[in-house]
């Protein structure tokens, strides 16, 4: 089985500039844009250029130049945020999630960076 992509996605039509966007940092690679419907005061969302589904479509199929830059652009934006620990920040927490049982709504990958108050437990009970 393949992956299949679908290009009229919102994700898709933000990168062709079809719908605008709030970006904090756009690379070779990737973009990095709020949230429409920010979850915590800091809602980022991180999504690589090229047509991957989910993180194991882009774990699978794209080069290392596109792992790279995707990883390097989140641990920027935590530090642009003032959430990176090195700066001894509060933190944050990286969402990414996939298909059906992941809740997936947008079917680009896309990774949340979450941050800017206690963000309580790691999954819901139910
Ligand atoms: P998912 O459930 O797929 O992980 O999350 C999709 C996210 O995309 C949601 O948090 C939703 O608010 C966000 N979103 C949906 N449409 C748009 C849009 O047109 N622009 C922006 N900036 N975010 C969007």
Known sequence: MAYTYD??????????????????????HCLAFRD?????????????????????????????????DFTRTIG???????VDLAEDGNGYRLISNAGVDGVQEVPHLHVHILAGRPIGRMVAAS
């Open 7 to 28: 290009p009229e996605n919102i994700f898709a039509k933000i990168l062709r500039g079809e719908i605008p966007n709030t970006t904090v940092l756009e690379t070779d």
């Open 36 to 68: 429409i419907a920010p979850q915590t005061p800091e809602h980022v969302l991180v999504i690589p250029k090229g047509p991957y589904v989910s993180y194991d479509h882009f774990a699978a199929e794209a080069s290392d130049a596109e792992i790279i």
């Open 76 to 82: 920027k934006i935590t530090k642009a945020l003032g």
